[in-house]
DNA sequence: CCGACAAGATTGAGCGATCATTCTAGTTTG
DNA sequence: CAAACTAGAATGATCGCTCAATCTTGTCGG
């Protein structure tokens, strides 16, 4: 059927399914994927239950629609350190704002509960994994031009170690926030600096060192 | 063959609750604490469902009992470290097994499912910052110990915030399997002994970098 | 050595509540 | 007035949990 009033119409529905989505969130964080029911975020959102099958298939689908919606945040987010002109400045820089950021608790509940969900949930793996391998492809490029301009020759898979161990790093702060409530953000955002400039600083390395001194490993 | 039939009752029920707690373990890694039904467990304990509630008042006692055995596990591998002669050697050795142990996809998932429980229960959450704690006073003592047997003298607060570091890097890891199952673990190994040694050999800092006045990397 | 028996151990049907989802009937809107 | 929208009761399944009944085990009077 034709769109006599496009915008009204979509317009509406999409703040519907906005409405429901944030709902959802706050359901979600509150009791999990799991022990949040279509009643409490009906409840939340304002509306019925009934009604919220109007705008998705089924709660599954809510789930998904929320990963996909956190996730494309964090892509956006990426990007725009990705156009900084100092890349370096801009990597130190932001160390504080992404220290603070991946300790708030109520954003690392839901990122967990996320990540917990796409261990056994596989269309949620899926969303995840597809939204990260975006990420490193873009957090590798960043240092690899870093690391270039530098002077260093870095072989990709060295390049895609750093990626990993600064995602592990921050990531692991929303761990960390749940584990140590009462963690203390301004030393740990001066120790994130240091380890990434170092990280970033590093001669790229042969063997680097070895525990035992013996063949690297494979 | 047949097993040895444990002899006191005490014995008899101690299997039973460790029967119990295993076939949980697995139900709760497969569909997370409240996607695992006791009809499940029941029927992967091989024991009907009102037998259980004879071991556990309930099911969230099953969960602080999964909860509380995990995390006693993690405090005898800490205390094991605690005990090696050479401890930073120790420590650069157990890189390697740390990050693998940690890269486990099985027990990354069991983790998540904890700290995802622990950010909306304050029961689970009580159990999780204790041992928290505990293995953080473990860990800022060998570090102590480390940092002043190289001649550098560190406030407490500099030393909690190298803590703070290294366990988000090794719990970040959780985090990095599931978002990328393909994970190359040798160089992420390589990089962790990297990144180790310098945040442990560094001279303890005052203001160390600040971001916006622009010193160049060397 | 035996058979009665007390004391757990164990079962599984069943309870009320709640789950995700569907249906119906009423309201709004163009 | 027809079509889109909406609310909330209804549905059947499943949830955590209870409990009366049954089975196992070990003890002890005879």
New binding site residues.
Partial sequence: ?RD??PK??QQ??DA?RAQILAAATGCFREHGF?????????QAS?????????Y?????AIIEAIVAQDLERMLTLNSELRSASDVKGALIERTAEGVQGKLDPQAAGLQLEIIAEAARNPRVAGIVEAADRNCRASLAETIRNLRRAAGFEDTETSIAGMVEVLAAMFEGLQFRTIRNPDIDKDVVIDMFRRVIHNLLSQPPGEAAMSPTPGPKAR
Same sequence: chains 1, 2.
């Avoid at 304002?46 to 109007?54: K, T």
């Fill in positions: 059927m006599l009033e009204t119409v509406r529905s519907r799991h022990g949040a029911s279509i009643a409490k975020i009906s304002g509306m019925s239950p009934g009604h919220i099958y109007h998705f298939e089924n709660k599954e």
